[in-house]
Every structure is written in structure tokens, then in C-alpha cells.
Nanobody
Framework: QVQLVESGGGLVQAGGSLRLSCAAS????????LGWFRQPPGKEREFVAA????????YYADSVKGRFTISRDNAKNTVYLQMNSLKPEDTAVYYC??????????????????WGQGTQVTVSS
């Protein structure tokens, strides 16, 4: 069972930046495809960004393209989400996700077996 622990959330003003981290307990983490999702208040969980197991492929939701960057450090079993130019509509609980099937880029919830507990990001106007 893989455990994922997010950190780095908080309160930031519009236009600011935050970097979320997600540490995995599994040492074969380097073979997993990874993703970030978010759940705004009163809404369903939605896709934010995905990263292939090799780190060479990325995919972003249109709403964050050009502002957010997903990356991984396999030596630290950690995936990151760098968030710049934050907007109030980015306010949500952010979740990291991992899947051992590895191939491709997953943008749907069902494509991931493991989930973190979430970290709150609040962007004030």
C-alpha cells in the first residue's frame, strides 16, 4: 500500500506562488505515473496536472496551463506542483495521486489507485 503525504498548502494573495509537495512511501515510486487534482468548495474533484513515470511527459488542465508546473524527484520519492500567478478560483483542496500502471498520462480519477489526504490552498483577492 502506497502512502502519499501532501504539504505546502496555505493562504496566499492573488498573483502569488506556492509549491506543493507529495512524498510517497513506496520505493518503486519512480515507475508510477503521477497526478495532481483539486476540489474547489462545493464542487467535484477535477484534474490539474499529470506526469509520466519517466518525467518526460506532462499534461495540464487548460485552467492552469502556463501557470502550474508538475515535476518529480525520484531520489526523494516526491512529486511537486509549482503554482504561480495564483487566482482566487484556484482555491481548493489539492490532492496528489499515483498509479503503478505507469504508462501514459492520466487525467481521470479512475486512472489512479493511490491518493493523498489533501492540502488546502486558499487564494485571497
Amino acid at each position: 500500500q502506497v502512502q502519499l503525504v501532501e504539504s505546502g498548502g496555505g493562504l496566499v494573495q492573488a498573483g502569488g506562488s506556492l509549491r506543493l509537495s507529495c512524498a510517497a512511501s513506496e520505493r518503486t515510486f519512480s515507475r508510477y505515473r503521477l497526478g495532481w487534482f483539486r476540489q474547489p468548495p462545493g464542487k467535484e474533484r477535477e484534474f490539474v496536472a499529470a506526469l509520466s513515470w519517466s518525467g518526460g511527459g506532462t499534461y495540464y488542465a487548460d485552467s492552469v496551463k502556463g501557470r502550474f508546473t508538475i515535476s518529480r524527484d525520484n531520489a526523494k520519492n516526491t512529486v511537486y506542483l509549482q503554482m504561480n500567478s495564483l487566482k482566487p478560483e484556484d482555491t481548493a483542496v489539492y490532492y496528489c495521486a499515483a498509479d503503478p500502471r505507469g504508462g501514459g498520462l492520466g487525467s481521470h480519477l479512475y486512472e489512479y489507485d493511490y491518493w493523498g489526504q489533501g492540502t488546502q490552498v486558499t487564494v485571497s483577492s
